[in-house]
């Protein structure tokens, strides 16, 4: 995310906190409950260059996170209680549901003896060439190479190019430029074949990510031992899915489903969209997971669930705690559901 935006987030937060506002707006944006996104949660690094560092939290924050919402008044419930309270229209209560995705093995080790000695409920949705060894956490690969350099030589568009990174702010510049536009590249197999190109030259092993940041199938069958754990699908590949054809995606959500359900023996019945933007998972998306007879399906469009989401079981927002907002005054403005509807436009208060 830019700096400007992030700034413009952290101040539009703070006012809403101050002023009371997300107090007083409550009843109107408030929704019936919120699904929470984690990634990583582990205890902070010091490099000072950390593009990734949105998609972490420490655990002393998730452990301020989940008592602060066992002393309000929510229920913390899993993923098929809330499925339940949508279909009977029981919305007496609000909600928490907690979701970490990828599968990390730090949500084994720093986020689990949290949430099982609090006894919440919460899910993982696991990528599943991940646990197999065959992913490649391009994104990672491409902050290592430049981490590591001090000049970075790629073609792009027939041109060869090169790109100073020798400062972290440089660096810093440089992986926003590259990663959106890795991203707008039309093909997941070109994008894919560019970062594969990088990290063979400048010598990152794109296999080793997966190897160190990511649980195997043994830890992730101790996970799902427990009553409290469910585990959702989060595709094979973890690709941009509204970047394949139609016949891929849905390859890539049942088998995703088949081969968590060969290793673990459980069949997943909720699924996170890779990366859950717009223009990642969208109504074609949303489509075929329900075809696939999902029964909820997570995006990363942030906002709150409401009564109407239960027509639209398969595309449901979630609020990120990334690591841009580590602050608990934030997370009570965000619960109560007033920064999303600010980011929305106050669309949803009349949806509410
Ligand atoms: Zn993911």
Redesign the pocket.
Same mark, same amino acid.
């Given at each position: 995310m830019a700096p400007l935006r992030q700034a413009i987030i952290r101040g539009g937060l703070e006012s809403l906190y101050f002023t009371g506002a997300h107090a007083a707006l409550k009843p109107l944006v408030g929704g019936v409950g919120v699904i929470l996104t984690f /990634?990583h949660v582990r205890p902070p690094r010091p490099q000072r260059f950390q593009p990734n560092r949105l998609l972490e939290v420490t655990p002393r924050f998730l452990a301020r996170v989940v008592e602060l919402l066992q002393r309000s008044n929510v229920d913390l419930i899993s993923l098929d209680e809330m499925h339940a309270r949508l279909n009977a229209g029981d919305f007496r209560r609000r909600f928490v549901c907690i979701t970490f @995705? @990828?599968g990390y093995r730090d949500t084994l080790q720093h986020a689990y003896p949290i949430l099982k000695a609090a006894r919440v409920p919460f899910t993982v949705?696991v990528?599943t060439s991940f646990p197999d060894r065959l992913g490649e956490l391009w994104w990672l690969a491409l902050e290592a190479v430049i981490a590591e350099n001090e000049r970075i030589g790629l073609p792009i568009e027939g041109e060869n190019r090169t790109f100073d990174c020798r400062t972290v702010a440089e660096k810093r510049a440089l992986y926003e430029e590259l990663y959106w536009w890795l991203r707008s590249r039309p093909t997941e197999a070109e994008m894919r074949a560019i970062v594969r190109d990088l990290a063979v030259c400048y010598q990152v092993d794109i296999a080793a990510f997966c190897r160190e940041l990511c649980m195997d199938w043994p830890e992730l069958a101790q996970l799902a031992a427990d009553p409290l754990v469910t585990i959702g699908a /989060?595709t094979v590949s /973890?690709p941009v899915l509204a970047k394949l054809p139609a016949h891929n995606v849905r390859a890539e959500m049942d088998l995703s489903r088949s081969v968590i359900e060969a290793a673990l023996a459980l069949r997943p019945e909720h699924l996170?969209y890779?990366?859950g933007n717009p223009a990642a998972a969208g109504p074609r998306e949303f489509a075929i997971a329900a075809e696939l007879g999902f029964k909820t399906a997570v995006t990363t469009r942030p906002g709150v669930i409401l009564r109407t989401h239960r027509e639209q079981l398969t595309a449901l927002p979630r609020i990120s705690l990334n690591g841009e907002y580590q602050q608990l005054r934030y997370v009570r403005v965000l619960l109560s559901g007033a920064a999303t509807a600010m980011w929305n436009g106050f669309r949803l208060a009349s949806a509410a």
């Amino acid at each position: 995310m830019a700096p400007l935006r992030q700034a413009i987030i952290r101040g539009g937060l703070e006012s809403l906190y101050f002023t009371g506002a997300h107090a007083a707006l409550k009843p109107l944006v408030g929704g019936v409950g919120v699904i929470l996104t984690f /990634h990583h949660v582990r205890p902070p690094r010091p490099q000072r260059f950390q593009p990734n560092r949105l998609l972490e939290v420490t655990p002393r924050f998730l452990a301020r996170v989940v008592e602060l919402l066992q002393r309000s008044n929510v229920d913390l419930i899993s993923l098929d209680e809330m499925h339940a309270r949508l279909n009977a229209g029981d919305f007496r209560r609000r909600f928490v549901c907690i979701t970490f @995705d @990828d599968g990390y093995r730090d949500t084994l080790q720093h986020a689990y003896p949290i949430l099982k000695a609090a006894r919440v409920p919460f899910t993982v949705y696991v990528a599943t060439s991940f646990p197999d060894r065959l992913g490649e956490l391009w994104w990672l690969a491409l902050e290592a190479v430049i981490a590591e350099n001090e000049r970075i030589g790629l073609p792009i568009e027939g041109e060869n190019r090169t790109f100073d990174c020798r400062t972290v702010a440089e660096k810093r510049a440089l992986y926003e430029e590259l990663y959106w536009w890795l991203r707008s590249r039309p093909t997941e197999a070109e994008m894919r074949a560019i970062v594969r190109d990088l990290a063979v030259c400048y010598q990152v092993d794109i296999a080793a990510f997966c190897r160190e940041l990511c649980m195997d199938w043994p830890e992730l069958a101790q996970l799902a031992a427990d009553p409290l754990v469910t585990i959702g699908a /989060h595709t094979v590949s /973890h690709p941009v899915l509204a970047k394949l054809p139609a016949h891929n995606v849905r390859a890539e959500m049942d088998l995703s489903r088949s081969v968590i359900e060969a290793a673990l023996a459980l069949r997943p019945e909720h699924l996170s969209y890779p990366f859950g933007n717009p223009a990642a998972a969208g109504p074609r998306e949303f489509a075929i997971a329900a075809e696939l007879g999902f029964k909820t399906a997570v995006t990363t469009r942030p906002g709150v669930i409401l009564r109407t989401h239960r027509e639209q079981l398969t595309a449901l927002p979630r609020i990120s705690l990334n690591g841009e907002y580590q602050q608990l005054r934030y997370v009570r403005v965000l619960l109560s559901g007033a920064a999303t509807a600010m980011w929305n436009g106050f669309r949803l208060a009349s949806a509410a």
